[in-house]
């Protein structure tokens, strides 16, 4: 089982700053990666695939980058709506899911 | 909108069965994979089940084998879950997500299974 692991768990920032979230595969998923958004009592949301292309709706302030076993989802400027938590997923082999960052006001 | 609703939750005891249901809408169902995914509470995702757009391929995660079927009924653009011998580790939100290409695009609201004695 490829094994995701996301860090920081926990991401203080305030709106307006930029965030950037690690994800890490325990082995290589190339570019076959998502991210989702997840508020508190909603489903997930997909915000990219592919590790760098929005999905339908998706704002420009969020962008990923990486392949391989390396991914990033930045969002360059915060907005209240963005405060949530964030998992990536790889889909190469079977799906998995990181933990999860929470971004929070500080 | 495209549209997936979740039912069939509830609170049932262990060693017990339920079975979800997932209506599919505004999109052609029978173009797509369909997925479970669950989230235990206040824990993260996990990838329970797959099945192809024709029924023909069912893969199930290691956690939920022998235990769980997957089913779906294109022609009424539904999808189920059969749970038997559930377990208190099966409580969670259960999702049905939409597969476009390998990635999950579409995410249902969730239906809420406990279990519990």
């Known amino acids: 089982e490829i094994v995701m692991t996301q860090s920081p768990a926990t991401l203080s920032l305030s709106p307006g700053e930029r965030a950037t979230l690690l994800c890490r595969a325990s082995?290589?998923?190339?570019?076959?990666l998502a991210w989702y958004q997840q508020k508190p009592g909603q489903a997930p949301r997909l915000l990219i695939y592919g590790a760098s292309t929005r999905a339908t709706g998706i704002p420009a302030r969020f962008s990923g980058s990486g392949s391989g076993t390396e991914f990033t989802l930045t969002i360059s400027s915060l907005q209240s709506e963005d405060f949530a938590v964030y998992y990536c997923q790889q889909y190469n082999n079977w799906w998995t899911f990181g933990q999860g960052t929470k971004v929070e006001i500080k | 909108q495209v549209q997936l609703v979740e039912s069939g939750g509830g609170v049932v005891q262990p060693g017990t069965s339920l079975r979800l249901s997932c209506a599919a809408s505004e999109f052609t169902f029978s173009d797509h994979a369909i997925h479970w995914v669950r989230q235990a509470p206040g824990e993260g995702l996990e990838w329970v089940s797959v099945i192809s757009y024709d029924g023909s391929n069912k893969f199930y995660a290691d956690s939920v084998k022998g235990r769980f079927t997957i089913s779906r009924d294109n022609s009424k653009n539904m999808l189920s879950l059969q749970m038997n011998t559930l377990r208190p580790e099966d409580t969670a939100v259960y999702y049905c997500v939409r597969a476009t290409s390998t990635y999950l695009d579409v995410w249902g609201q969730g239906t809420t299974v406990i279990v519990s004695s």
């Open positions: 082995q290589s998923v190339r570019s076959n």
